[in-house]
């Protein structure tokens, strides 16, 4: 799920369910992440191109072009994050099907953010086949990325299939709400129970998202302005702050001759009769003066020299800010969208920077700021 939303509560449901949502004519558009019919959607497990990345958008639906039933230029490809080995999983629908679907949700009044195959709705684990039902279809998953979704008939036959081509017989499990439509041999060693989907309570995971490259939700982009909106400002406040203290600081000294001049007569026109000396006014100023020092003192700490520095390395990252935590040791921060941010040379002067990228995203990244003398 894109991290722009995160603040806001997004419906998670099938898109065959979007008829239930009633919003009203004045309703604002709202997020959604749908659950969408699996048999739409065509899964290639191919051979890593030997191109960087980067480049493998432009390559991938030319190697494909003879395994699909469109042409190249009527289907969208999205490449998995699951690499195994030598292998990549490479996802294709028609963008027909991908526009009919928001158009479906923004004439419910809601605005797609995420669209995943209903099979990953369905749980896996390592050697079982896991088959769940939705209308007329048994959605299978096999793997932590394959899976499909067929009429009855079909799946059966898929299914004897990769128990036959596996090397160890995978376990199978069935939850369907007729048990009776299960062919015998595979209901005799299935463990069988008649459980439902009940689509707005799965946890829907942001490994697959069909709506990627021109289809990628425009609704993420204000998030990544508002960051970084929040962190210039935060920066200039904290620059003029600084500013401010020291030049009070430095006039300060300057005019306590004038200051204790001053209330000596205010003194004397309002409390007749009473002495006060130089020295308490001046033991008054320099109080004062301490203080604004150890102000100044705090906005020159390490922490702060590092998140005026980081300003302009995080400049036009498109990232989106996850959290920032700071003490007198160390900055942490956790990005998401971070690709861009890799293409820069990392570095702040006088601080140590490392930067760790998460399990599951290449684009989820944390980094550590320490100054160089306690790394």
Same mark, same amino acid.
């Given at each position: 799920?894109?991290?722009?939303f995160?603040?806001?509560? =997004?419906?998670?449901?099938?898109?065959?369910?979007?008829?239930?949502?009633?919003?009203?004519?004045?309703?604002?558009?709202?997020?959604?992440?749908?659950?969408?019919?699996? %048999?739409? =959607?065509?899964?290639?497990?191919?051979? *890593?191109?030997?191109?960087?990345?980067?480049?493998?958008?432009?390559? #991938?639906?030319?190697?494909?072009?003879?395994?699909?039933l469109?042409?190249? %230029?009527?289907?969208?490809?999205? #490449?998995?994050?699951?690499? #195994?080995?030598?292998?990549?999983?490479?996802?294709?629908?028609? *963008?027909e099907?991908? @526009?009919?679907? =928001?158009?479906?949700? /923004?004439?419910?009044?809601f605005?797609?953010i995420?669209?995943?195959?209903?099979?990953?709705?369905?749980?896996?684990e390592?050697?079982?086949?896991?088959v769940?039902?939705?209308?007329?279809?048994?959605?299978?998953?096999y793997?932590?990325?394959?899976?499909? @979704?067929? &009429?009855?008939?079909?799946?059966?036959?898929?299914?004897?299939?990769?128990?036959?081509?596996?090397?160890?017989?995978?376990?199978?499990?069935?939850?369907l709400?007729?048990?009776?439509?299960?062919?015998q041999?595979?209901?005799?060693?299935a %463990?069988?129970?008649?459980?439902?989907?009940?689509?707005?309570?799965?946890?829907? @995971?942001s $490994?697959?998202?069909?709506?990627?490259?021109?289809?990628?939700?425009?609704?993420?982009?204000?998030?990544?302005?508002?960051?970084?909106?929040?962190?210039?400002?935060?920066?200039?406040?904290?620059?003029?702050l600084?500013?401010?203290?020291? =030049?009070?600081?430095?006039?300060? &000294?300057?005019d306590?001759?004038?200051? %204790?001049?001053?209330l000596?007569?205010?003194?004397?026109?309002?409390?007749?009769?009473?002495?006060?000396?130089?020295?308490?006014?001046?033991?008054?100023g320099?109080? $004062?003066?301490? /203080?604004?020092k150890?102000?100044?003192?705090?906005?020159?700490?390490?922490?702060?020299?590092?998140?005026?520095?980081?300003?302009?390395?995080?400049?036009?990252?498109?990232?989106?800010?996850?959290?920032?935590?700071?003490?007198?040791?160390?900055?942490?921060?956790?990005?998401?969208?971070?690709?861009?941010?890799?293409?820069?040379?990392?570095?702040?002067?006088?601080?140590?920077?490392?930067?760790?990228?998460?399990? /599951?995203?290449?684009?989820?990244?944390?980094?550590v #700021?320490?100054p160089?003398?306690? @790394?």
């Open positions: 799920m894109p991290s722009g995160r603040l806001m509560t =997004v419906l998670v449901d099938h898109i065959y369910n979007l008829d239930k949502h009633f919003r009203g004519d004045d309703a604002e558009f709202a997020p959604v992440s749908l659950w969408i019919p699996s %048999e739409r =959607v065509a899964i290639h497990r191919i051979a *890593k191109p030997t191109a960087p990345r980067r480049k493998w958008s432009g390559l #991938i639906p030319w190697i494909l072009e003879e395994k699909i469109q042409p190249v %230029e009527k289907t969208h490809f999205i #490449i998995g994050n699951n690499v #195994i080995d030598e292998l990549v999983d490479v996802f294709a629908v028609s *963008k099907d991908l @526009s009919t679907w =928001v158009s479906v949700a /923004r004439n419910a009044g605005v797609p995420q669209m995943t195959p209903d099979y990953f709705a369905v749980p896996w390592d050697g079982r086949i896991n769940a039902w939705r209308e007329g279809f048994c959605l299978v998953r793997s932590l990325s394959e899976g499909f @979704s067929a &009429q009855p008939d079909l799946a059966w036959a898929m299914i004897d299939c990769l128990i036959r081509d596996a090397k160890i017989p995978p376990r199978l499990s069935i939850s709400p007729n048990a009776q439509i299960i062919p041999h595979l209901r005799d060693r %463990e069988v129970n008649n459980a439902s989907q009940d689509w707005k309570m799965i946890d829907m @995971s $490994e697959v998202n069909l709506l990627s490259g021109d289809y990628r939700p425009n609704l993420a982009a204000p998030k990544v302005n508002l960051w970084q909106l929040n962190f210039a400002g935060f920066a200039i406040t904290i620059l003029l600084a500013t401010y203290l020291n =030049v009070l600081s430095a006039n300060l &000294q300057a306590l001759s004038a200051v %204790e001049r001053h000596l007569s205010s003194f004397d026109r309002v409390f007749l009769g009473h002495d006060v000396s130089p020295d308490q006014i001046r033991s008054v320099l109080k $004062e003066i301490a /203080r604004l150890m102000q100044d003192q705090t906005f020159n700490t390490d922490p702060f020299k590092a998140l005026i520095s980081l300003g302009k390395l995080m400049d036009n990252c498109e990232c989106n800010l996850v959290s920032l935590k700071a003490d007198g040791q160390e900055i942490s921060i956790h990005v998401e969208g971070g690709e861009k941010l890799l293409t820069k040379k990392l570095s702040i002067e006088g601080y140590s920077l490392d930067v760790e990228r998460g399990n /599951r995203k290449k684009d989820d990244l944390k980094m #700021i320490r160089k003398s306690t @790394s």
